[in-house]
């Protein structure tokens, strides 16, 4: 089965540093979805791609997150400088397209000390 | 506001009796209603979609939905121990991505 690749798995690290997460959507999708979930905040979409081009970032605070799909293969969300607030499990997502249903990756569990 | 709207839970039903999630939505203008299931520590894994009024049914599973009344709903028959997890609903409307819920937690007891 093709499946939404997530890098790394989980990541700990102190409060200042660069934090890179990395998605490999499926094969043939066009749209690539970030998402950040915490249990209070339930699911909470950063940014998305369609045909690598950026459609909305307005979900994460722009003064530290950057998102960036250099190719097809690969999508991309960093942090910098890292807070403990950002600790959170994100989830990519990817889909056909935007009205398909959307698969997900086994998500980076981020832990900020 | 694009909202989705689901009780949290926990949502508590006998092993092998029906368990009913339900949703609602606030834009009229959702074209289709997705069902996602999470288990604690994993990730949302699809279950069903449906995009016309009525009835889908998937095996165990079936989902509702009522344009009119802006509700969209999940029935698992024979509920099962491992059919415990989180449900997340979805709705896509026009040219934004899926707007989720929050998730209703179910139970089942054995």
């Known amino acids: 089965d093709a499946r939404v690749t997530q890098t790394p798995r989980d990541k700990v690290t102190e409060m200042g540093q660069e934090v890179t997460m990395r998605c490999q959507p499926i094969l043939g999708h066009n749209t690539v979805f970030w998402y950040r979930q915490t249990m209070m905040q339930g699911l909470e979409l950063l940014a998305y791609?369609?045909?690598?081009?950026?459609?909305?970032d307005s979900g994460m605070p722009k003064d530290r997150f950057s998102a960036e799909m250099p190719d097809a293969t690969l999508a991309t969300l960093k942090i910098q400088p890292s807070e403990p607030r950002d600790s959170a499990v994100y989830f990519c997502a990817s889909a056909e397209d935007l009205n398909q249903p959307q698969h997900f990756g086994d998500g980076t569990r981020l832990s900020i000390l | 506001q694009k909202e989705v709207e689901q009780n949290s839970g926990p949502l508590s039903v006998p092993e092998g009796a029906i368990a009913s999630l339900n949703c609602t939505y606030s834009?009229?203008?959702?074209?289709?209603f997705f069902w996602y299931r999470q288990y604690s520590g994993k990730s949302p894994e699809l279950i069903m979609f449906i995009y016309s009024n009525g009835d889908k049914e998937d095996g165990r599973f079936t989902a509702q939905l009522n344009k009119a009344s802006q509700y969209v709903s999940l029935l698992i028959r024979d509920s099962q121990p491992s059919d415990s997890a989180t449900y997340l609903c979805?709705?896509?409307?026009?040219?934004?991505?899926?707007?989720f819920g929050k998730g209703t937690r179910l139970s089942v007891i054995a």
């Open positions: 979805a709705s896509f409307s026009g040219n934004t991505p899926l707007v």
């Open positions: 791609f369609r045909n690598r081009a950026p459609l909305d």
């Open positions: 834009d009229r203008g959702s074209q289709s």
